[in-house]
Protein backbone atom coordinates (compact mmCIF):
# COMPACT_ATOMS: atom_id res chain seq x y z
CA UNK A 1 0.00 0.00 0.00
CA UNK A 2 1.48 3.59 -1.29
CA UNK A 3 2.30 5.56 1.85
CA UNK A 4 0.36 8.49 0.04
CA UNK A 5 -2.80 6.13 0.22
CA UNK A 6 -2.68 5.31 3.66
CA UNK A 7 -2.60 9.33 4.79
CA UNK A 8 -5.86 9.75 2.63
CA UNK A 9 -7.27 6.79 4.29
CA UNK A 10 -5.80 7.78 7.86
CA UNK A 11 -7.78 11.28 7.11
CA UNK A 12 -11.04 10.29 5.55
CA UNK A 13 -11.36 7.58 9.03
CA UNK A 14 -10.68 10.57 11.20
CA UNK A 15 -13.38 12.71 9.19
CA UNK A 16 -15.75 9.71 9.68
CA UNK A 17 -14.77 9.39 13.40
CA UNK A 18 -15.44 13.40 13.86
CA UNK A 19 -18.92 12.38 12.23
CA UNK A 20 -19.61 9.87 14.20
CA UNK A 21 -19.28 11.59 17.37
CA UNK A 22 -21.87 14.13 16.01
CA UNK A 23 -24.12 10.92 15.49
CA UNK A 24 -23.32 9.77 18.63
CA UNK A 25 -24.50 12.85 20.69
CA UNK A 26 -28.21 12.33 18.50
CA UNK A 27 -28.39 8.83 19.67
CA UNK A 28 -28.01 9.09 22.81
CA UNK A 29 -30.30 12.29 23.18
CA UNK A 30 -32.66 10.03 20.90
CA UNK A 31 -32.41 7.50 23.70
CA UNK A 32 -32.42 9.80 26.96
CA UNK A 33 -35.60 10.83 25.26
CA UNK A 34 -36.96 7.72 24.57
CA UNK A 35 -36.16 6.75 28.21
CA UNK A 36 -38.13 9.40 29.56
CA UNK A 37 -40.94 8.91 27.98
CA UNK A 38 -41.68 5.58 28.44
CA UNK A 39 -40.78 5.89 32.16
CA UNK A 40 -43.41 8.70 32.02
CA UNK A 41 -45.87 6.46 30.26
CA UNK A 42 -45.39 3.53 32.77
CA UNK A 43 -46.38 5.94 35.71
CA UNK A 44 -48.98 7.30 34.51
CA UNK A 45 -50.22 3.82 33.74
CA UNK A 46 -49.49 2.39 36.90
CA UNK A 47 -51.36 5.11 38.17
CA UNK A 48 -54.43 4.98 36.15
CA UNK A 49 -54.44 1.10 37.12
CA UNK A 50 -53.99 1.88 41.40
CA UNK A 51 -56.96 4.49 40.67
CA UNK A 52 -59.18 1.44 38.80
CA UNK A 53 -58.46 -0.92 41.90
CA UNK A 54 -56.52 -3.60 39.90
CA UNK A 55 -54.34 -5.30 42.49
CA UNK A 56 -50.93 -4.07 43.57
CA UNK A 57 -49.15 -7.35 42.71
CA UNK A 58 -49.68 -7.29 39.35
CA UNK A 59 -49.83 -3.78 38.47
CA UNK A 60 -46.07 -3.16 37.18
CA UNK A 61 -46.52 -6.37 34.75
CA UNK A 62 -50.40 -4.90 33.70
CA UNK A 63 -48.35 -1.99 33.08
CA UNK A 64 -45.52 -2.42 31.01
CA UNK A 65 -47.66 -4.65 28.57
CA UNK A 66 -50.31 -1.55 28.02
CA UNK A 67 -46.99 0.49 27.51
CA UNK A 68 -45.10 -1.46 25.48
CA UNK A 69 -44.98 0.51 22.72
CA UNK A 70 -43.02 2.93 24.49
CA UNK A 71 -40.78 0.30 25.44
CA UNK A 72 -40.28 -0.73 22.44
CA UNK A 73 -39.00 2.72 21.07
CA UNK A 74 -37.12 2.88 24.24
CA UNK A 75 -35.16 -0.53 23.25
CA UNK A 76 -34.70 0.37 19.55
CA UNK A 77 -33.35 3.52 20.67
CA UNK A 78 -30.79 1.97 23.14
CA UNK A 79 -29.59 -0.42 20.65
CA UNK A 80 -29.08 1.84 17.96
CA UNK A 81 -26.84 4.16 20.36
CA UNK A 82 -25.30 0.64 20.99
CA UNK A 83 -24.36 0.40 17.53
CA UNK A 84 -23.30 3.76 17.65
CA UNK A 85 -20.76 3.23 19.51
CA UNK A 86 -19.40 -0.29 17.86
CA UNK A 87 -19.18 2.05 14.53
CA UNK A 88 -16.95 4.53 16.30
CA UNK A 89 -14.92 1.99 17.73
CA UNK A 90 -14.69 0.01 14.55
CA UNK A 91 -13.60 3.16 12.86
CA UNK A 92 -11.21 3.88 16.23
CA UNK A 93 -9.99 0.29 15.34
CA UNK A 94 -9.10 1.25 11.48
CA UNK A 95 -7.36 4.43 12.09
CA UNK A 96 -4.88 2.42 14.41
CA UNK A 97 -4.33 -0.49 11.50
CA UNK A 98 -3.74 2.69 9.40
CA UNK A 99 -1.20 4.21 11.66
CA UNK A 100 0.94 0.77 12.32
CA UNK A 101 0.74 0.40 8.59
CA UNK A 102 2.43 3.99 8.81
CA UNK A 103 5.01 3.27 11.47
CA UNK A 104 6.00 0.04 9.88
CA UNK A 105 6.31 1.82 6.29
CA UNK A 106 8.46 4.96 7.35
CA UNK A 107 10.77 2.80 9.24
CA UNK A 108 11.56 1.17 5.75
Not at 10 to 24: M, Q, T
Not at 78 to 104: C, N, P
Amino acid sequence: MELSNVIQEVNEAAKRLESSADALFKLGREKAEAERNYRSKLAQEILKLRTDKMPVSIVTDIAKGNVSDALFERDVAESAFKAGIEVTDAIKVRISAYQTILKYQSDI
